[in-house]
Structure formats: C-alpha cells, structure tokens
C-alpha cells in the first residue's frame, strides 16, 4: 500500500495512483480527468458524480467538435478568439498550443448577448503596468485596454470575458492606428455575433 493509499478517481474509476489529485464536492479526480474538464468551469459544481459525468460527456463531444474546427479567422493576441466560419463556431485560445488545452468550442447561436469595453486611464493617474509596476502616465497621455464580454447559452457556463490587446496601450491620441485597430477588433467581434445576441451594449 502507497504512503497515501489507494484512492479511486470519481469520474473513470481508476486507482489514483499519483500523489497528484485534484478535490471535488464529489470526491477526488485523477490527474488525468482533471485536465479534461472544462477550463471555464468552476470545480465547485460539480456537487455529486452524475454531474461530473454529464460534463465528461458534452467534453468528449467537444474534443470531436475540434477534430472537426477549421480555423477561418483569428482576433486578439495574446488571448484569442478563433472563428470556424463555415461551421458557425468559435473558441478562446489563450496560446499557441491551444489545441493541447481542448479550449471549449461554441456554437455562434449559443451568444445572446455581447458587451464591449475601453478602459482609459488618464495622464495624471497611476496605474498597474503588464509588468507589476505602478507608473505615472506623462502628461497627456492615457493608458488603454480593449475587451469585450459574451453572455452565452450553456449549462456548464454563461459568461466569457477577454481582452483583445495583449500590452497596455499608451497613446496621447485616440485617432492614432493602434487604438483604431483594436477598436476595429472590437467591432469585427460584435458584428459576427450580431445576428444571434438578444442584447448589446456598448461601454467605453
């Protein structure tokens, strides 16, 4: 018997036989299933095994679901949203190697609603950099950020939230080809979804 004895993974059954284990409301999920669920998911609701089970089953879907994405378009850097146009889906990739992670892929139907952001950050003010660092902005200019927020219809998730820029944008210019570019981002968001959301708003 290991150190930590035998335990068995709630979602295959297996002995959990790493000293890697990952805690669920229902019991203790191997290494293995635990990558598998959903990244958009909070552990927390999965309050009994059939639950779990169910999200087991719509992930095996989704991995098929991606065998089949054929990527159309890309927008965003660091964080992307990547759009199968002729299937009519999308996913969120936060890396290179987003076909490793099995993102979640969603149907463009599934949206019913869509909210914008740019948040500015005037001269003045002090403000959190990428790197950690609270700097003072030079006079006349602003820092930026540009995300957006999809409301969608899933009952394993309703709320996706990213930023399409990957730096902070300083500019002391708001027609400059930078800020253009990602409120133009923005829009190309907004208007693949439009057919589908019930609602929109726009906030800046």
Known sequence: MSLFGKKKCCSCGENIVTIYRKKLPCGLLCEKCSHEISPFVKSIRFTDTEKLRDHMAYRK????????FQITRIIGEKTRIVIDDRNGLFLIADCDRWSDRQPDVIRFDQVTGFDEYIEAIESGDYYESS???????????????????????SPWFDVISMQINKDDLITDDINSSEYREYKKMLAEVRETFRPYYRSARKIS
């Open 61 to 68: 879907e989704n991995a098929e679901l991606l065998e089949k």
């Open 131 to 153: 790197k950690g660092i609270a700097t003072d902005l030079p006079e006349g200019y602003m820092t930026c950020n540009f995300s957006f927020t999809l409301t969608v219809d």
